[in-house]
């Protein structure tokens, strides 16, 4: 133990033109071989050829640091020569120390909400059901601790509890912060290694309490010893230290469940982190900690809490918490999900097909095919503070693509060690039972499992949401896009080839599947209405460039299915239906939709945006019809009309207003005097000939011949169209 600093302990600093200043921190005892032997550690540079002068005069190994102490001074200086520095000997790069490394991934991930994601997803890795944070204010003993430096560690504290428990590759993965050891097993959300390491923003020793162990990680190096960057204690086998230390093990009773006896026992059934605030400026960071600081990331979590159960698998509740000084402790928010109510097994079973799928595709099974399953979830939160509750329901659609539905996205996922998941999640919601279905208005958004932090970036235009396993920035804060400066980067390209491929599947299936369930469940307190299905499909101005590649593939499937409902109440193709834009509230409009529907037209009326997709995406093989005078003219052809006179006037009002008079011919549609109708006639004859009756030429002059005339009663305006029809080409049917 020679070079273990005590609680006095001096510094060596070792300087050099080209590596700059090393300090460490050693014991007096600690020799000038050992100091070679630290500088080998972090530049490499072997101790053979290390020159190490302490005022111009070169140490033998052997001298203890000790010995050169100056006095009243607790450092030591000293300068370095090497020839594998300047040439002539071992070259070679390095690692930056630890804390450089570390400071690095705080630059690039920047401090936020996002923090509070990132261990949800370590929870959703592990495969725990609950998560909670904790802001505790309570002040911890300092009397006996590992070492007087740990005092300031003793205070307030953001802790994160998950009931899952570490596994030794837990253990060994929260050690090697260069790389993820997630990143082999996709099924991992946190594959991208730098997530947990956020947490530094908020403190300099973290600690981990999970099953019998408990560790706590330094990356200043100085608290356990010199390069030493933590610490490990288990439970069942150091009960002696962790007695003796008291107070350095006091944070973790008391905490969501733990008592001393559970200390005891040996054996904590789940995770508990520890992150003390940072209350000064240390070389790791120079961000200050406090209770409003916390108190914002709880809030920022809060503004997505409705959304970020909708796409993990395994945890199902989120909650926060503050304790006082005092020891009072009191829930401020809580977010559940909830499985549909009607089939509690929905969800499940929906997963394990999910999970069999997931499997097959690993094991490289063929399939051409997307699996996809859908289920109901309500999610439900809770805020204490406002004391507000409220329930959001959601449609959520997962799909994993098929090994063989594309052989560049299974040689990318291969390389990668990404996985074709898809999810889409469709907000319902209950206005009356009229207005039943998506939610209007609604914007979505792209999660990678969890919501990508809001802003342009992640907005899509479309009304879901997307999760998808994307390739992300190295800030996990956006989708990697292919640009010019980076075409070839295969997690982009991963990106555009998922989004053509499995996106516009699932989310076929997604509306399919909305129908589906109005169907089967049309009398029951389902939220989904017939109309209200058109509001899962994307507006094509609304979606946003990066996504638009979604809706050819996604159209050209769903088009050719039943996905429109007619007035009649059935659902039919796009090729049967009639396409109304008429006023509702119209007597002619309701009189020409009834008309058509008992003549065997199924007529429908769609949103505008889904009449623009028509427009736009429906192949040139398929008339897309709409309720037009032409068809009017063309089903009185073919059904003529039985209802009563007043219904005919109105029929004849609609077949008059596009002015295309000589499609008039042969309809029985022509109003007379005697409350009869004939038909539009192109004969010249005299005794064919219908009447007009004028301030010239009144119709008592003409007694007798009532069926000869036009009804006089007609609108003026359906007699100002009858008079243009007089003189239309080709037309001999009136006369003044």
């Not at 559940?336 to 997963?351: R, Y």
Request: aromatic share 10%; proline share 6%; glycine share 6%.
């Amino acid at each position: 133990m020679a070079n273990c600093p005590g609680p006095w302990a001096p510094w060596v600093t070792v300087n050099h033109e080209c590596i700059g200043p090393r300090s460490y921190q050693v014991s007096p005892f600690t020799s000038v071989q050992d100091v070679k032997q630290m500088l080998y550690e972090e530049t490499n540079l072997p101790v053979k050829e290390q020159r190490l002068l302490h005022n111009g005069r070169m140490l033998d190994d052997t001298v203890q640091i000790g010995s050169l102490i100056p006095a009243g001074s607790p450092e030591v200086s000293m300068t370095l020569e090497g020839r594998g520095l300047k040439g002539g000997g071992r070259f070679g790069q390095t690692t930056p120390p630890l804390v450089e490394f570390l400071k690095d991934i705080l630059r690039r991930y920047p401090e936020g909400g996002q923090i509070l994601k990132e261990l949800i997803q370590n929870a959703e890795d592990a495969g725990a059901t609950e998560v909670k944070f904790l802001y505790d204010e309570t002040q911890y003993g300092v009397e006996s601790l590992w070492s007087p430096d740990m005092a300031q560690h003793q205070g307030t504290a953001l802790y994160v509890y998950n009931d899952a428990v570490f596994t030794a590759e837990d253990w060994n993965g929260i050690q090697e912060i260069a790389r993820s050891r997630k990143r082999d097993d996709p099924l991992k959300v946190g594959r991208f290694g730098i997530g947990f390491n956020s947490v530094y923003h908020i403190t300099d020793v973290p600690s981990i309490f999970s099953g019998d162990q408990i560790a706590m990680l330094d990356p200043h190096q100085t608290l356990f010893g010199v390069n030493e960057s933590g610490q490990c204690w288990n439970l069942k086998t150091e009960v002696k230290e962790i007695t003796e230390l008291s107070d350095q093990f006091a944070p973790y009773t008391g905490i969501f469940g733990i008592s001393e006896k559970t200390i005891w026992d040996g054996s904590f059934p789940g995770t508990l982190f520890r992150f003390p605030l940072r209350v000064k400026p240390s070389q790791l960071s120079g961000n200050i900690y406090n209770k409003e600081k916390v108190l914002e990331l709880f809030e920022s979590f809060k503004a997505d809490a409705d959304t970020v159960l909708l796409f993990l698998k395994s945890v199902q509740k989120i909650s926060l918490h503050v304790r006082e000084c005092d020891g009072t402790e009191r829930v401020l928010f809580e977010v559940t999900a909830k499985e549909n109510p009607d089939d509690k097994l929905e969800k499940p079973n929906a997963l394990k097909t999910l999970c069999q799928a997931v499997d097959s595709y690993s094991n490289g099974v063929h399939s051409s095919i997307i699996t996809c399953v859908t289920y109901q979830l309500h999610i439900e939160t809770q805020d204490e503070t406002s004391k507000e509750t409220q329930r959001t329901t959601w449609l959520v659609c997962n799909g994993v693509g098929g090994r063989g539905m594309c052989a560049e996205l299974d040689s990318l996922a291969d390389d990668l060690k990404f996985m074709p998941t898809i999810g889409i999640a469709l907000p319902l919601t209950v206005i009356n039972k009229e207005d039943r279905g998506a939610t209007s208005g609604f914007s979505g958004r792209a999660f990678c499992f969890l919501p990508l932090p809001p802003g342009e970036e992640s907005e899509t235009g479309l009304p879901v949401h997307v999760s998808g396993f994307f390739g992300l920035t190295d800030n996990r804060r956006s989708i990697k896009w292919r640009e010019v400066d980076q075409w070839r980067d295969p997690a982009a390209l991963w990106n555009e080839l998922l989004i053509i491929t499995v996106i516009p599947k699932a989310y076929f299936t997604l509306i399919v599947e909305a129908i589906k369930r109005v169907q089967i469940k049309k009398d029951q307190d389902i939220p989904l209405s017939p109309t209200g299905t058109y509001r899962a499909w994307p507006d094509p101005k609304q979606v946003k460039p990066r996504w638009t590649p979604i809706l050819r593939p996604l159209f050209q499937e769903l088009l050719q299915q039943q996905v429109i409902y007619s007035l009649s109440e059935s659902w039919i193709g796009v090729d049967q239906a009639a396409f109304s834009e008429l006023d509702t509230d119209d007597d002619i409009s309701e009189t020409v939709i009834n008309y058509l529907q008992s003549s065997g037209t199924q007529v429908a009326r769609v949103p505008a945006a889904v009449d623009f997709v028509l427009a736009c995406y429906m192949t040139d093989t398929t008339e897309v019809k709409k309720v037009t005078p032409s068809l009017l003219r063309q089903t009185i052809r073919k059904c003529k009309h039985k209802g009563p006179s007043q219904e005919k006037l109105l029929l004849l009002e609609f077949a008059l207003s596009d002015a295309n008079y000589s499609d008039l011919i042969g309809l029985e549609l022509l109003p007379l005097q005697d409350e009869t109708f004939t038909s539009f006639s192109s004969s010249v004859n005299e005794k064919d000939a219908i009447y007009i009756a004028s301030e010239v030429f009144p119709r008592s002059l003409y007694p007798g011949l009532e069926h000869r005339f036009l009804l006089e009663t007609v609108k003026p305006a359906v007699m100002n169209s009858l008079k243009k029809a007089t003189k239309s080409r080709g037309s001999k049917t009136f006369h003044n």
